[in-house]
């Protein structure tokens, strides 16, 4: 492709969180991948400059703020780049959305990304659409020329699929919004695995076997695009004092003087926190208390009042917290009284939050997570944390016992072991560097 050895090229990141917003795992993702592409020395000496799509979005979407959107403008000043935001059929109060909201914001991103390349011509486009919304960008720019396309490479990342992640069969038109999403995801698979130039990407082992085996992608078709985080993020080396940490349990009326096992995330069925309450339940209350924090993508969900009754039921001591600053999870991982962190996704391709807590190397806090999909190649059981059938509510407490029971040096070891993993499989900047190099080289064999 390149007759040159130093060719221009641009980076474009398009995710609907993480750019203006911040409230999901995904959108971790972007954020991280924003410093990294813009920041990061060994990924500047290849590319020219960085540009970020997000939806156009207003002060009632979730996670929305201008603080974080005010970081991502200064982040691609940096790097040449500018932020675009695309319509996406919402009055801009809605990010993810459903198959219109997605149609919408990928045909508006193809377009924007048309314009880019009109108005600053590189020698090459290395598009990464990140997750469910984006998966169809390339399709809505096949319109434009052959020339045109031949300077663009476009990889949709998926973060997960419909057919792991079935919305609950309670949400109105279900049948027709899992038929609609995989018909959609299995459009972009297919323009991938017949077009120059488009590819799937693969954020761990297991979701490249389930793309291959459930959506028939073709395996040269993927490209290795495995999780991470920002490991120089500075609020994994940020110090907090005892007395700060207290402050904020007591605002949240979360006991100090007690162990306290933690879950947190989304708030959705998959997530498995029905197992948190119920295990937490048979643990000895007067030692160790269960705190769920946990939030859905709007407070007036009834999810909400479902799962304070589990509580109320299973574990009337436990705490669930459903309204809260989406730093206190971070806050609790420091905590030196923190002993469990529970990760009991019924599903997960890849899950984040291991990492996140491995990064802060909280030398008292075992990690336990459940003994299936991503979760068995970032987790050696007994070694950097512990896996187990969680739906075995019994059982699980009665292992999570016997863990409690290690001692400060044990915990203190796999701490460590945990920590050298997250740094050497699961540094973004490291995979995103090795990821994009790889799309270069290919490029100019061409």
């Given at each position: 492709?390149?007759?040159?050895?130093?060719?221009?090229?641009?980076?474009?990141?398009?995710?609907?969180?993480?750019?203006?917003?911040?409230?999901?795992?995904?959108?971790?993702?972007?954020?991280?991948?924003?410093?990294?592409?813009?920041?990061?020395?060994?990924?500047?000496?290849?590319?020219?400059?960085?540009?970020?799509?997000?939806?156009?979005?207003?002060?009632?979407?979730?996670?929305?703020?201008?603080?974080?959107?005010?970081?991502?403008?200064?982040?691609?000043?940096?790097?040449?780049?500018?932020?675009?935001?695309?319509?996406?059929?919402?009055?801009?109060?809605?990010?993810?959305?459903?198959?219109?909201?997605?149609?919408?914001?990928?045909?508006?991103?193809?377009?924007?990304?048309?314009?880019?390349?009109?108005?600053?011509?590189?020698?090459?486009?290395?598009?990464?659409?990140?997750?469910?919304?984006?998966?169809?960008?390339?399709?809505?720019?096949?319109?434009?020329?052959?020339?045109?396309?031949?300077?663009?490479?476009?990889?949709?990342?998926?973060?997960?699929?419909?057919?792991?992640?079935?919305?609950?069969?309670?949400?109105?038109?279900?049948?027709?919004?899992?038929?609609?999403?995989?018909?959609?995801?299995?459009?972009?698979?297919?323009?991938?695995?017949?077009?120059?130039?488009?590819?799937?990407?693969?954020?761990?082992?297991?979701?490249?076997?389930?793309?291959?085996?459930?959506?028939?992608?073709?395996?040269?078709?993927?490209?290795?695009?495995?999780?991470?985080?920002?490991?120089?993020?500075?609020?994994?080396?940020?110090?907090?004092g005892e007395h700060e940490i207290e402050k904020i349990l007591d605002q949240y009326g979360i006991?100090?003087?007690?162990?306290?096992?933690?879950?947190?995330?989304?708030?959705?069925?998959?997530?498995?926190?029905?197992?948190?309450?119920?295990?937490?339940?048979?643990?000895?209350?007067?030692?160790?208390?269960?705190?769920?924090?946990?939030?859905?993508?709007?407070?007036?969900?009834?999810?909400?009042?479902?799962?304070?009754?589990?509580?109320?039921?299973?574990?009337?001591?436990?705490?669930?917290?459903?309204?809260?600053?989406?730093?206190?999870?971070?806050?609790?991982?420091?905590?030196?009284?923190?002993?469990?962190?529970?990760?009991?996704?019924?599903?997960?391709?890849?899950?984040?939050?291991?990492?996140?807590?491995?990064?802060?190397?909280?030398?008292?806090?075992?990690?336990?997570?459940?003994?299936?999909?991503?979760?068995?190649?970032?987790?050696?059981?007994?070694?950097?944390?512990?896996?187990?059938?969680?739906?075995?509510?019994?059982?699980?407490?009665?292992?999570?016992?016997?863990?409690?029971?290690?001692?400060?040096?044990?915990?203190?070891?796999?701490?460590?072991?945990?920590?050298?993993?997250?740094?050497?499989?699961?540094?973004?900047?490291?995979?995103?560097?090795?990821?994009?190099?790889?799309?270069?080289?290919?490029?100019?064999?061409?």
């Amino acid at each position: 492709m390149f007759n040159f050895k130093k060719p221009k090229i641009t980076i474009n990141l398009l995710a609907h969180d993480g750019i203006t917003s911040l409230y999901t795992g995904v959108g971790r993702i972007a954020f991280d991948s924003l410093r990294v592409l813009c920041e990061d020395k060994k990924i500047s000496k290849l590319v020219h400059s960085v540009n970020a799509i997000t939806g156009k979005y207003n002060n009632k979407c979730l996670g929305f703020s201008e603080t974080i959107k005010n970081r991502s403008i200064k982040l691609l000043n940096k790097k040449n780049g500018r932020l675009l935001e695309a319509l996406n059929g919402s009055h801009g109060d809605i990010s993810y959305g459903d198959i219109s909201n997605w149609r919408y914001v990928s045909t508006s991103s193809a377009s924007l990304l048309y314009s880019l390349s009109q108005q600053n011509p590189n020698d090459l486009y290395i598009n990464l659409c990140l997750d469910t919304p984006f998966a169809q960008t390339a399709s809505f720019f096949q319109q434009y020329s052959e020339d045109e396309k031949k300077k663009h490479i476009f990889v949709w990342i998926p973060h997960s699929t419909v057919k792991i992640h079935k919305v609950d069969s309670a949400i109105q038109g279900y049948n027709e919004y899992y038929d609609q999403r995989f018909e959609w995801e299995r459009v972009a698979v297919n323009l991938a695995n017949k077009t120059r130039g488009v590819y799937v990407g693969c954020v761990g082992k297991f979701m490249r076997e389930h793309l291959i085996n459930e959506y028939s992608c073709e395996p040269e078709k993927l490209l290795d695009f495995t999780n991470g985080l920002d490991v120089e993020d500075a609020r994994f080396s940020q110090k907090m004092g005892e007395h700060e940490i207290e402050k904020i349990l007591d605002q949240y009326g979360i006991p100090k003087d007690k162990k306290l096992m933690l879950s947190f995330g989304r708030l959705e069925p998959y997530k498995g926190f029905d197992l948190t309450i119920k295990i937490g339940g048979h643990l000895d209350p007067k030692t160790i208390i269960t705190v769920l924090i946990a939030q859905p993508y709007s407070q007036q969900d009834p999810i909400i009042g479902e799962y304070r009754q589990l509580m109320e039921k299973y574990n009337p001591k436990g705490i669930f917290i459903s309204d809260y600053d989406f730093n206190l999870p971070h806050v609790l991982l420091r905590w030196h009284r923190t002993k469990i962190l529970l990760v009991p996704s019924l599903a997960e391709p890849f899950g984040l939050i291991p990492e996140e807590a491995r990064l802060y190397k909280n030398p008292y806090l075992r990690i336990v997570a459940m003994n299936r999909d991503g979760y068995l190649e970032q987790i050696s059981d007994g070694k950097d944390g512990f896996l187990m059938d969680l739906t075995t509510v019994g059982e699980s407490s009665e292992k999570i016992n016997k863990i409690l029971s290690l001692s400060n040096k044990q915990a203190n070891e796999m701490a460590d072991t945990g920590f050298a993993r997250a740094i050497a499989n699961y540094n973004l900047a490291n995979n995103l560097y090795q990821s994009v190099s790889k799309i270069i080289e290919e490029c100019q064999r061409q």
